[in-house]
């Protein structure tokens, strides 16, 4: 028997209930229990927030959007900020109260599932002797030790969606949208969403982008008897020789930047360049919600079923990873090592720029 407990940490991506769901049953048909800690390691934190998980609790989840369990991108127990009743924030490190509940709870290991933040939180569990498996998450796909990351192919059916949608509209108008769409520092979800949805113009993080080119894109349209331009950006795009816009980290506890703005940039320098009348929008979290698509409930699904047999074998320390066509491993330590970011000589960039879209360069 075995005793397991499962977090979900950092921001939320369509397909974590399907891992729970994975890991649950997993787990019950090998008569092992399953602890959920709510909000990250808030359950390792203070016991209250810990709870058992059986099949009754996870049925139908694996369809649904966000985690059952809460998430947190504001929970690093190595740096946890503290409010006393002064109302003065201090930052404590509480890891080792952590693994000292954890040990004390008999658990034999902690599945995490998380990004780069939460995977490396998890690395540095891993290092102080807890029994830690990953399992990678993020809508931005920027994880370069696995194929690919549950959570990015909804969002970028949600974008496209959205694009196919903002169509209609520029041409009824004559406009030019301009649509900023998530990514942190990778441009995967604007250049998948921007092929497959049509779009003039796609700025990514990956290349800096000229606005001469950009507005000379929107006015050949122009010339082509195309009155209206799609344009979309990420919001880690940035423009040559500037600067990433941000609105810094925002809150406390927060050590990533809160990205976005851009968009609105790019909007203001089409419209006094161009004269063309230019709207822009933000599609924002409207990208981490809803029901996973079919492949990434079945990657999530994927994921957690391969998280538990690692468990079984002992490979800790590791975190899942998708190696097409299959499952594998990897240290945590090689999860975290770095980001993956769009090549600029894969065929989708070449496929962009055969079809005419502009790259801002
Ligand atoms: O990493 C996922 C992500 O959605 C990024 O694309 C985005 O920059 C960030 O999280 C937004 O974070 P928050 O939910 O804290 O606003």
């Known amino acids: 028997m075995k005793k397991i407990v499962i977090s979900t940490g950092g921001g939320d991506a369509p397909g974590l209930n399907a891992v729970i769901y994975a890991v649950v049953h997993s787990c019950y ?49 190595f740096e946890m900020p503290f409010e006393n009743l002064a109302g003065e924030v201090k930052i404590v490190d509480v890891s080792d109260k952590i693994l000292e509940n954890f040990n004390r709870m008999g658990f034999d290991c902690h599945i995490a599932i998380g990004g780069d933040g939460s995977l490396e939180i998890a690395r540095r569990f891993a290092e102080k002797g807890m029994p830690v498996v990953g399992v990678p998450k993020t809508i931005d796909n ?67 982008f000229d606005m001469q080119k950009v507005c000379e894109k929107i006015m050949d349209n122009e010339l082509h008897d195309k009155n209206y331009s799609i344009v979309v950006v990420a919001e880690g795009a940035i423009a040559a020789g500037g600067e990433v816009i941000s609105k810094g980290t925002g809150e406390v506890g927060r050590s990533e930047l809160l990205l976005g703005g851009v968009g609105e940039w790019v909007a203001q320098e089409v419209r006094e360049r161009t004269g063309k009348d230019t709207r822009s929008l933000v599609l924002g979290h409207l990208q981490r919600g809803g029901s996973p698509t079919t492949f990434d409930r079945l990657l999530a699904m994927r994921f957690g079923a391969a998280a538990v047999r690692l468990v079984q074998e002992g490979t800790f320390g590791h975190m899942v990873a998708l190696q097409s066509p299959n499952m594998g491993s990897v240290s945590l330590a090689e999860a975290v090592k770095s980001r993956k970011k769009v090549d600029l000589n894969s065929d989708k960039v070449f496929t962009a720029r055969e079809v005419g879209i502009c790259l801002g360069d």
């Open 29 to 77: 048909r090998k008569g092992w229990e399953v602890y959920g800690s709510r909000s990250g390691y808030s359950g390792l934190l203070d016991m209250d927030e810990l709870y058992r998980l059986l099949p009754v609790d996870v049925e139908d989840i694996y369809s649904t959007g966000g985690t059952i369990l809460g998430s947190t991108n504001k929970g690093n127990p």
């Open 142 to 208: 920027d994880l370069e030790a696995t194929d690919r990351t549950f959570g990015f192919d909804t969002a970028v059916s949600t974008a496209t969606e959205a694009l196919d949608k903002l169509h209609s509209t520029a041409k009824s108008h004559d406009r030019v949208m301009v649509v900023e769409v998530m990514g942190r520092d990778s441009g995967w979800i604007a250049l998948y969403s921007g092929i497959s949805g049509g779009a003039d113009v796609v700025l990514i993080p990956e290349i800096p």
